[in-house]
């Protein structure tokens, strides 16, 4: 069997999956984006969030990527409502409690700039009266929503979230709905993980 490896930039408001069960196939899916029969995503990104997804027909690396028990590292960009301040950072960095278990610790940075991405359709809600800030989350779990759990469990809610990679795999270069194959450099460390 020949494996494939894309690389995908999941726009907001479409379905990380290639079927829509829910409404009569009105919800875009990877379907809408992707002609290459037989992957699947490799974990998942909310409806409601953006950016870096991997797809493989190789099973066992599918696993490897997905099971926390492997502590593969994912990092995203989150627009948070109001500025955090120091103690809200090192709740997220030490883990904070969600729905009664604790998450593992992640390292997080706040942002000094906005980071360059491309608009989002339909834009984050604007308020004059209440400044956002960005943090970069790097998570080794992919639990339900997590990132949105943690930032609401600090106080500070999330307006936009984007992954922009898994493990070593970057983000840059692909625009939303813009899919391509792994490069070999790409995917050598990914086959080690196979061995």
């Known amino acids: 069997m020949s494996y494939r490896y894309l690389l995908f930039h999941k726009p907001y408001d479409v379905l990380c999956q290639f079927t829509d069960d829910g409404s009569n196939g009105v919800r875009r899916t990877l379907k809408d984006y992707i002609p290459v ?16 997804v991997l797809l493989t027909n190789h099973g066992s690396l599918q696993h490897r990527l997905s099971d926390p028990k ?42 000094t700039e906005e980071p360059t991405l491309p608009p989002r359709d339909p834009p984050v809600r604007f308020r004059k009266t209440v400044p956002t800030a960005w943090l970069e989350l790097t998570l080794t779990e992919g639990r339900n929503r997590q990132v949105r759990r943690m930032t609401a469990a600090v106080n500070f809610p999330t307006l936009r979230l984007v992954r922009v990679a898994i493990a070593h795999l970057q983000l840059d270069g692909l625009a939303p709905g813009q899919w391509r194959d792994l490069t070999s450099a790409e995917l050598r460390p990914l086959e080690a993980l196979c061995q």
């Open 37 to 52: 029969a037989g992957v699947y995503p490799v974990g998942r990104l909310d409806r409601d969030s953006e950016g870096l």
């Open 70 to 111: 492997f502590r593969h590292p994912r990092t995203y960009w989150v627009q948070v409502e109001r500025l955090p301040d120091d103690a809200a950072l090192k709740q997220l960095r030490q883990g904070v409690l969600i729905q009664g278990i604790k998450t593992r610790p992640a390292i997080v940075t706040l942002l």
